[in-house]
């Protein structure tokens, strides 16, 4: 059974920090890209960052680029998403994804929400 399950996300001061984690099983995590996604209410799901497992190819957008980074632990079967610099607009049900190709997602995890206080 496929699993990706999201963690780390909390209540932070802007500015402060998270690490979110995305932990898979039941699928060749080295042939996968994993994605980070976020929704905020009442806005579109976006995605904010992906790394493809074998080659460590990584993607961000631009409205998180310079303060995320995506990292992964093969051994762990595990990505993790650090953010730093955080800010209110950063507020959002965070989602991993995982998917043969970047971009094209075929397992979902649940997601863990993130909140920035101003």
Do not use: H
């Amino acid at each position: 059974e496929v699993q990706l399950q999201a963690s780390g996300g909390g209540l932070v001061q802007a500015g402060g920090s998270l690490r979110l984690s995305c932990a898979a099983s039941g699928f060749t995590f080295d042939d996968y890209a994993i994605g980070w996604f976020r929704q905020a209410p009442g806005k579109e799901r976006e995605e904010i960052s992906c790394v493809s497992s074998s080659d460590g190819t990584t993607y961000y957008a631009d409205s998180v680029k310079g303060r995320f980074t995506i990292s992964v632990d093969n051994a762990k079967n595990t990505v993790y998403l650090q953010m730093d610099s955080l800010k209110p607009e950063d507020t959002a049900v965070y989602y991993c994804a995982a998917g043969l190709l970047i971009g094209r997602y075929d397992y979902w995890g649940q997601g863990t929400q993130v909140t920035v206080s101003s």
